[in-house]
């Protein structure tokens, strides 16, 4: 249990903090969401079967993954997509990490890390980096490292184009909009690793393929994936 300092409780009286998804305020012992809409997430439980399930299945025939999980179904407008927004476009990279280390918590106890070497962020490209100021999946991966201890690599992948945002495209046009935008550095540092790839949300896993293929140019890897949200077809 987290111990609650009285700093913390002190703190908490002069600046209240708000739930991201209701904007009710938290508990001393809340972080990010608070327990009333933790529970109402859309949790995808896959990290219970994470070789044969939904969002696994974007990658079969395409890629060789090990293992596939998210924490929770992905619907834009929905209560549960302002954590995501929130962390993407409001200038709140804590978000990231508190929601990666929920996700460690959660998906530890069925074994979902064990065997994992490495955790790799997908990239953005340096331009929207200085622009956002963070890259919101590096955030995720350094959340799940406090719990699991695994370390983070954040520059083996270099996104080394980005034509137009994702957002509006379909399955084909993401597709096409990523090829050839990564490029992987220093292969050697992942050779004989067993790496998962983290990103903040999948739909049609166009981007995780795109850094997957670099990876696996590394010899004798295997990739797995998390990301917070899913969006399921």
């Not at 995720?140 to 490292?145: D, E, F, P, R």
């Amino acid at each position: 249990m987290r111990m609650i300092s009285f700093w913390s409780r002190l703190l908490d009286l002069i600046s209240p903090r708000a739930c991201v998804v209701c904007g009710e305020r938290l508990a001393v012992s809340e972080e990010c969401i608070c327990g009333k809409c933790n529970l109402r997430l859309p949790r995808t439980h896959y990290h219970f079967s994470p070789s044969d399930n939904d969002m696994a299945k974007l990658f079969w025939l395409q890629m060789p993954v090990q293992k596939v999980s998210a924490l929770m179904f992905y619907e834009p407008h929905s209560p549960a997509s302002r954590i995501v927004y929130r962390l993407k476009y409001m200038d709140a990279p804590e978000i990231g990490v508190l929601m990666g280390r929920m996700m460690a918590e959660e998906f530890s106890a069925s074994g979902f890390f064990s065997g994992i070497d490495l955790l790799v962020p997908v990239p953005l490209t340096k331009k929207r980096q200085r622009r956002r100021g963070y890259n919101q999946s590096a955030e995720i991966a350094k959340g799940v490292s406090e719990v699991t201890g695994i370390p983070v690599v954040p520059d083996i992948l270099h996104r080394q184009s980005f034509r137009e945002s994702q957002t509006q495209k379909d399955r084909w046009q993401r597709h096409d909009n990523v090829k050839e935008a990564f490029r992987l550095v220093a292969p050697e540092r992942l050779n004989n690793k067993n790496i998962l790839l983290i990103d903040d949300v999948a739909t049609t896993g166009a981007t995780l393929l795109a850094c997957g293929g670099e990876l696996l140019k590394a010899e004798n890897v295997s990739v797995s994936i998390l990301t917070l949200g899913y969006t399921k077809g």
